[in-house]
């Protein structure tokens, strides 16, 4: 099996503490020597400066490649631009662009009237600047918006012929659900890589929370499984074991790239990718 490639996900702190604790996950996860992280937005746009300041940051201080969110919620086209002007001023040269969610209240994504309708439009306008490497999201289970069998396939169609290089899923629970999505993705003409995005479950009740406002179905026999686990005290021990054995089988079928969602937690993200033979590659140098 071959040593995969691996990236990581961050959001951006929302106090002192979790400051602190982002830090010192950025730290320990960076001499793994990742392709690329990213840090995500909040909810209708909420942390657009925050997420700016962490990207800054991590490429500043720690020379990883930093691929910033960047949605079309709650912004006219010029600001969003305005967004992108400042992140190549600052050395990064790498979006994830998303519609992004609505914000919490609303009955759904509304586009302000002088912004990006959807991610498509707001892709072909980054593609024209031709500076940055553009990566979008994918889902292998149906979106909660999909209207059809093959809605998120076309979506992703579209946006790659925009000008995405990459995709990276949403999180799943079985490696037969993203191979299906990847054959269905090659019927379709999408050649651009797609790479799964693996979420260490640190909180199975978290987790199912998530799952049900993303669409991602919960396997009966995985909830019978953490309910044992957690009555064990062996919960943490089973998220590692499945995470490990869901990388292994994609790898095995074939994947060569695998996004973390880290949580900004170092542990469980670090044992699982050790156990897959990644270790660290470089000596970390934070710049003063």
């Known amino acids: 099996m071959k040593t995969p490639r691996i990236s990581f996900e961050f959001f951006p702190p929302k106090n002192i503490e979790s400051t602190f604790r982002l830090s010192d996950t950025v730290r320990d996860l960076a001499p793994l020597d990742p392709s690329f992280v990213s840090v995500t937005y909040g909810a209708g746009g909420t942390t657009r400066e925050l997420t700016h300041d962490v990207v800054a940051t991590i490429h500043k201080n720690y020379g990883l490649n930093v691929a910033a969110h960047l949605t079309c919620v709650n912004a006219t086209r010029a600001e969003t631009m305005e967004i992108v002007d400042?992140?190549?001023?600052?050395?990064?040269?790498?979006?994830?662009?998303?519609?992004?969610?609505?914000?919490?209240?609303?009955?759904?994504?509304?586009?302000?009237?002088?912004?990006?309708?959807?991610?498509?439009?707001?892709?072909?306008?980054?593609?024209?600047?031709?500076?940055?490497?553009?990566?979008?999201?994918?889902?292998?289970?149906?979106?909660?918006?999909a209207t059809c069998d093959t809605s998120d396939v076309d979506w992703l169609k579209r946006k790659i012929d925009a000008g995405a290089t990459s995709a990276i899923t949403q999180f799943f629970f079985d490696a037969e659900t993203f191979f299906r999505f990847?054959?269905?993705?090659?019927?379709?003409?999408?050649?651009?890589?797609?790479?799964?995005?693996?979420?260490?479950?640190?909180?199975?009740?978290?987790?199912?929370?998530?799952?049900?406002?993303?669409?991602?179905?919960?396997?009966?026999?995985?909830?019978?499984?953490?309910?044992?686990?957690e009555r064990d005290g062996r919960d943490r021990l089973l998220s590692v074991s499945l995470a490990t054995e869901l990388c292994t089988e994609l790898l095995e079928g074939g994947v060569?790239?695998?996004?973390?969602?880290?949580?900004?937690?170092?542990?469980?993200?670090?044992?699982?990718?050790?156990?897959?033979?990644?270790?660290?590659?470089?000596?970390?140098?934070?710049?003063?």
């Open 86 to 145: 400042n992140y190549a001023r600052a050395g990064v040269s790498e979006i994830v662009a998303l519609r992004g969610d609505p914000p919490k209240g609303s009955s759904g994504f509304t586009a302000h009237p002088d912004g990006f309708a959807n991610s498509v439009e707001l892709i072909e306008a980054l593609a024209t600047r031709g500076d940055m490497n553009i990566r979008v999201g994918a889902y292998p289970d149906p979106h909660p918006e």
């Open 182 to 229: 990847r054959d269905k993705c090659e019927k379709a003409g999408i050649d651009a890589p797609i790479i799964p995005g693996i979420l260490p479950i640190q909180s199975w009740s978290g987790v199912k929370k998530f799952a049900a406002s993303c669409g991602t179905p919960v396997p009966v026999w995985l909830d019978e499984a953490y309910t044992r686990a």
């Open 256 to 288: 060569e790239d695998l996004h973390f969602y880290t949580l900004n937690k170092t542990d469980m993200t670090r044992d699982i990718i050790h156990a897959l033979g990644v270790t660290p590659k470089v000596t970390l140098q934070q710049v003063a």
